[in-house]
């Protein structure tokens, strides 16, 4: 099961995922992505420390989301891959799309610099 917590800090929005990223998952995640759309809120750190599994279905979410915030002139931010994460995006070719960030903090800042 995924949980989506969201947080709004200025003009970036914080999604913080929990549990599997999953087919059921997957639709929750791009509702999540899409509703930061909606608010025209276009600055995203996405937080994934506390998940434990991403689908391939999944990536594709992130790579689709990623284009339209960036069609905004916006970005989306990466924190907490873990190592699967990180194997996974290195075996589908989207790892050099992402800003990916250990620590939310350290996502966040970049934004406040680039403001």
Same mark, same amino acid.
């Given at each position: 099961? #995924?949980?989506?917590? @969201? ?8 999604? @913080?995922? /929990? =549990?599997?990223?999953? &087919? ?5 995640? !791009?509702?999540? *992505?899409?509703?930061? *759309? !909606? &608010? ?7 937080? *994934? ?5 991403? /689908? +391939?279905?999944?990536? =594709?979410?992130?790579? &689709?989301?990623? !284009?339209?915030? @960036? ?6 931010? #990466? ?6 994460t990180q194997r996974l995006? !290195?075996?589908? =070719?989207?790892?050099? *799309? ?12 970049? +934004? /406040?610099?680039?403001?």
């Amino acid at each position: 099961m #995924l949980n989506i917590e @969201r947080e709004r800090i200025g003009d970036v929005a914080i999604v @913080r995922v /929990s =549990g599997d990223i999953d &087919e059921d998952g997957v639709k929750t995640l !791009r509702i999540a *992505l899409v509703n930061c *759309l !909606r &608010e025209n809120c276009y600055h995203v750190v996405v937080n *994934l420390e506390d998940m434990k599994f991403i /689908s +391939y279905m999944g990536v =594709g979410v992130l790579v &689709e989301r990623l !284009r339209q915030f @960036r069609t905004f002139d916006g970005d989306m931010k #990466l924190v907490g891959l873990n190592i699967y994460t990180q194997r996974l995006f !290195r075996m589908t =070719g989207v790892t050099n *799309l992402f800003d990916t960030f250990d620590k939310e903090a350290q996502a966040l800042q970049v +934004y /406040s610099k680039a403001a």
